[in-house]
């Protein structure tokens, strides 16, 4: 069983209806019990970094979350989700996320740009990953393959050794980490059709 983990915020539906679609057995929960539970744990997410960590307060489920992200069975975080990985946010403040990933979560600057071009902010629509290190979620995905990204922040790891692959948006920023089986993705796999769907697969398969 793969607990979703609902805590109000984010594409649950769409995370559940992609795993399923590529053979996962699906629970989308706030019972912080289903979460402990889980042979896997997926925590999606979009909006605000600290409302999120608020909403995890409000339905009980930090804790849980925190648990499984020393345990070994597989974990994945998507967007939101991926970023509260890591040790703090500057979305809003300063925030403490959960510390698994050493590093932080700062803006894309204002004046981004490429070749002397201005680039927009958030970084919205399909960018190319390059693979840093094998890892199983990226199994028989291509090199090239693009995925679906929609982000304003970007995480900055303190060291290289998670970072599982990078995205290039007038700069270079880590696009995916893993961690054993720890996994967190800044971009949605639930939006990237034929490779979304195989990262998700891979995902299940573990």
């Known amino acids: ?3 979703v ?6 594409n649950l539906h769409s995370v559940a209806k992609g795993l399923e679609r590529v053979g996962g057995e699906v629970v989308v929960t706030r019972d912080a019990q289903v979460v402990a539970a889980a042979d896997k744990v997926v925590l999606p997410g979009v909006g605000a970094f600290r409302d999120c960590l ?10 849980a979350v925190a648990a499984r992200l020393t345990d070994p069975r597989p974990f994945l975080g998507i967007c939101l989700g991926f ?4 040790e703090r946010s500057h979305e809003y403040g300063v925030h403490a996320g959960f510390g698994r990933i050493h590093g932080e979560v700062v803006p894309f600057p204002a ?9 927009k902010v958030p970084h919205m629509g399909w960018n190319e990953i390059v693979e840093c290190a094998p890892n199983p979620l990226l199994v028989a995905i291509p090199a090239g393959a693009t995925f679906y990204f929609c982000h304003t922040y970007y995480a900055r790891p303190a060291a290289p050794a998670p970072v599982a692959a990078t995205c290039h948006y007038g700069l270079d920023f880590c696009a995916m980490v893993a961690d054993g089986n720890l996994f967190g993705v800044q971009f949605h796999p639930e939006k990237s059709q034929r490779w979304g769907l195989k990262l998700l697969e891979n995902f299940v398969r573990l």
Not at 54 to 63: H, K, T, Y
Not at 83 to 86: K, M, P, T, V
């Open 1 to 3: 069983m793969i607990a």
């Open 5 to 10: 983990v609902d805590y109000g915020m984010g």
């Open 54 to 63: 608020a909403n995890l307060d409000r339905f009980g489920l930090r804790a």
């Open 83 to 86: 970023q509260l990985l890591f």
């Open 111 to 119: 004046d981004l740009a490429e070749g002397g071009v201005r680039l």
